[in-house]
C-alpha cells in the first residue's frame, strides 16, 4: 500500500495522482476527476432528512485518519498467486488489499479481468461505455468518493447466446487496517446468455473502511445470477452500492449474505426497465455482539410486464441491531407488475434490536400484485421446548431453529452447489 506524498489523503489532487498511477483511459479519468470534484463539496448523507439513513447516523462517517488502498507502488511489484478457489469454476479472479493477484482460467464467450488489464481494445470500451451508468457519482458522497478513489475494478463479460455452466468466482481480501477501499464490480451480458457470479469479501481484524459498488447489466433474454458474500473483520465498516438495470425479458437473482463485519450497509436496487424483466432479491444476516445489518432496497417497475420478489431475513443475538427499508415502486408506464416484499427479523436476545420499514409506492392502478410484509419476534418457545424433550441441549435447539429460519432464503437460490456452500458458511457462524 503506497500513499502519495504531498496531497491531501483524500482531495483532488490524491485522486489525479492516483489515477495517473493506473493504466485509465481517458473516460475513465474524466470520471474519476468529476467524482473527485463532486465530492470534495458534497456533505455526508443527513440522517434525519434521507430516509434510507434514518437509523444509521450518517454524520458518524469520517474518512479522516484511513489511507486510500493503492496496492503495490509499482506493477512489477505484483506478486501474482496460484488460484484461491478449490472447487469447480468457469473463471476467478482475486484481489487483496485492492490489487489484482490472481487472475485466470476462462470459457468460450466468457471474460473476467480486472480494469487495470483492460488497457485497450474492446473490453476497455465496454468499461468506459457501462461504468458509472447503474451506479452513478452523483448519488451521494460515498459513491462520489468511490469513484474519486476506486481501485480493484473487474470486468465480467458474457458474450450473446453464451450459457457459462460453472460459477465465476471473484475473491477480494482487505488485509491491512488503517485503509479505505472502493472496489468495483461490472457484469454485462449478452443476449440470451447465462452465468453465475460468486463475489465474497473477507478483511482482517483491523479497522477497515469500504466503499464497494456493484453494477449489472443484464443483457435482453439473459439470465444473471449475483452472489455476495460478507464475511468482514469485526471492524470493518461497509457502506455498498448494488443495482441492476434490466433489458427485454431478462432474468435476474441476487442474493446477499451477511455472516460477519461491525457495520454493513448496503443499497441494493433492481431497475427493471425492459418489458417482461423480473428481479428476485433474497438477503440473510446472522448478527451477534454489537454487529449492525442494514439493507436498503428498492424494487422499481419501470417497463411493463415486469415481476420482483423478495425476501430478506435476519438472526440477531446479543446487542446485534438489522434494519430493513424496502421500496416497492410501480411507475405509471409498469402495467400488469406483479411485486411482492417481505422481511423477517429473529430476535434471540432482550437486547437484540429489529428495524423494519417496508414501502410500496404504487403509481398505476393496472397491476396483478404488489404486497408486502415484516414481522420481528423471538424464537418459537413451543418448537424449542419441543427439540429439548428429544434430548437436544438448548443451544443446539435454539441453532436449528435459527438454521431453518434463514435456510428458507438459501432454499430459494437455483443453484444446489451454491446453495450447498452458503449452507456450510451460516453453519459455521451458528457454532
Known amino acids: ?75 512489477a511489484g505484483v506478486t501474482m498467486r496460484s488460484c484461491p478457489v478449490s472447487g469447480e469454476h468457469a473463471a476467478a479472479i482475486a484481489f487483496e488489499n485492492s490489487e489484482c493477484v490472481f487472475s485466470g482460467d476462462s470459457a468460450e464467450g466468457l471474460t473476467v479481468l480486472s480494469f487495470e488489464a483492460a488497457t485497450d481494445g474492446p473490453d476497455r470500451k465496454l468499461i468506459d461505455a457501462y461504468l458509472g451508468q447503474g451506479v452513478p457519482f452523483q448519488r451521494s458522497k460515498l459513491t462520489a468518493l468511490h469513484y474519486a478513489f476506486a481501485r480493484g475494478g473487474v470486468l465480467v463479460h458474457v458474450a450473446p447466446n453464451t450459457e457459462v455452466t460453472l460459477p465465476v ?40 473502511l469500504a466503499f464497494p459498488a456493484v453494477e449489472i447489466f443484464p443483457g435482453a433474454g439473459s439470465e444473471v445470477r449475483y452472489t455476495a458474500l460478507h464475511r468482514w473483520g469485526a471492524n470493518t465498516r461497509v457502506f455498498s452500492e448494488q443495482r441492476m438495470v434490466s433489458e427485454r425479458d431478462s432474468a435476474f437473482i441476487g442474493t446477499n449474505v451477511v455472516a460477519s463485519g461491525k457495520v454493513v450497509k448496503a443499497h441494493i436496487e433492481s431497475s427493471l426497465t425492459g418489458r417482461g424483466s423480473s428481479s428476485a432479491l433474497y438477503g440473510l444476516a446472522f448478527g451477534t455482539d454489537n454487529q449492525h445489518v442494514d439493507f436498503f432496497t428498492t424494487q422499481d417497475h419501470i417497463g411493463p410486464d415486469t415481476r420482483s420478489d423478495l425476501l430478506f431475513k435476519a438472526a440477531l443475538k446479543d446487542r446485534a441491531r438489522s434494519v430493513y427499508y424496502g421500496l416497492t415502486r410501480v411507475g405509471l408506464g409498469a402495467r400488469n407488475a406483479d411485486a411482492n416484499q417481505e422481511n423477517r427479523n429473529l430476535l434471540l436476545s432482550p437486547r437484540a434490536k429489529a428495524d423494519s420499514d417496508p414501502v410500496l409506492e404504487i403509481l398505476t392502478s393496472d397491476i396483478l400484485r404488489c404486497s408486502h410484509g415484516a414481522t420481528a419476534g423471538p424464537v418459537d418457545q413451543e418448537q424449542l421446548y419441543y427439540l429439548q424433550t428429544r434430548g437436544i441441549p438448548h443451544a443446539a435447539a435454539e441453532a436449528l431453529l435459527v438454521r431453518a429460519f434463514l435456510g428458507q432464503v438459501l432454499d430459494r437460490v437455483p443453484d444446489e452447489a451454491l446453495r450447498d456452500e452458503l449452507a456450510a458458511a451460516l453453519d459455521t457462524r451458528l457454532g
Open 1 to 75: 500500500m503506497t500513499v502519495l506524498e504531498g496531497t491531501a489523503t483524500f482531495g483532488i489532487e490524491a485522486s489525479r495522482a492516483l489515477g495517473a498511477r493506473l493504466p485509465e483511459s481517458p473516460t475513465g479519468a474524466a470520471l474519476r476527476a468529476e467524482a473527485a470534484a463532486a465530492a470534495s463539496v458534497m456533505a455526508w448523507p443527513d440522517s434525519y432528512a434521507e430516509r434510507p439513513w434514518k437509523y444509521w447516523d450518517a454524520s458518524r462517517l469520517s474518512i479522516d485518519g484511513y489511507t486510500p488502498a493503492l496496492g503495490a507502488a509499482t506493477r
Open 169 to 208: 468466482r471473484v475473491l477480494r481480501s482487505l488485509v491491512s487496517g488503517g485503509q479505505f477501499a472502493a472496489p468495483h464490480t461490472l457484469i454485462v451480458t449478452g443476449a440470451n446468455s447465462r452465468v453465475s457470479i460468486v463475489e465474497e469479501y473477507t478483511s482482517g481484524e483491523g479497522d477497515i
